[in-house]
C-alpha cells in the first residue's frame, strides 16, 4: 500500500501567502496523508483553507483531523475549512 503527503501549510506562527513565499509556501501548518482510502489532516493552520476548497471540488466526504497542539498556527484556519461546515 502506498502514501501520499501533502503540505498545505508550513509556516510557523505568521501566515504570509505572498509571491515573495511562493516557493516555500506562505500557509501555516497543515498536512495531509493519504493511505489507501484514508485521509488524515494534521494540524488546521491557514493551509487547511486551500485543502478544504480542495476536498470540496474532489468530493471527498471523509477525512480525520489530528491536532498536534492547539497553539494559534496550528488552528487558525479552521474557522475557514468548508468541508466542516457542510452536511
Same mark, same amino acid.
Given at each position: 500500500m502506498s502514501f501520499k !503527503? =501533502?503540505?498545505?501549510g508550513v509556516r510557523g506562527s505568521i501566515a504570509c501567502? /505572498?509571491? &515573495? +513565499? !511562493?516557493?516555500?509556501? *506562505?500557509? $501555516? /501548518?497543515? !498536512?495531509e496523508v493519504s493511505l *489507501?482510502?484514508? &485521509?488524515?489532516?494534521f494540524d488546521a493552520g $491557514? *493551509?487547511? &483553507?486551500?485543502l478544504g476548497h480542495w476536498l470540496k471540488r474532489k468530493n471527498v466526504k471523509y477525512? =480525520?483531523?489530528?491536532? /498536534? +497542539? $492547539? +497553539?494559534? #498556527? +496550528?488552528? #487558525?484556519?479552521?474557522?475557514?475549512f468548508s468541508p466542516a461546515f457542510s452536511k
Open positions: !503527503v =501533502k503540505f498545505w501567502p /505572498s509571491p &515573495r +513565499h !511562493v516557493a516555500f509556501g *506562505g500557509n $501555516t /501548518s497543515c !498536512v *489507501g482510502g484514508n &485521509r488524515i489532516i $491557514t *493551509g487547511i &483553507r486551500n477525512a =480525520k483531523i489530528f491536532m /498536534s +497542539h $492547539t +497553539h494559534w #498556527d +496550528h488552528i #487558525d484556519g479552521f474557522p475557514f
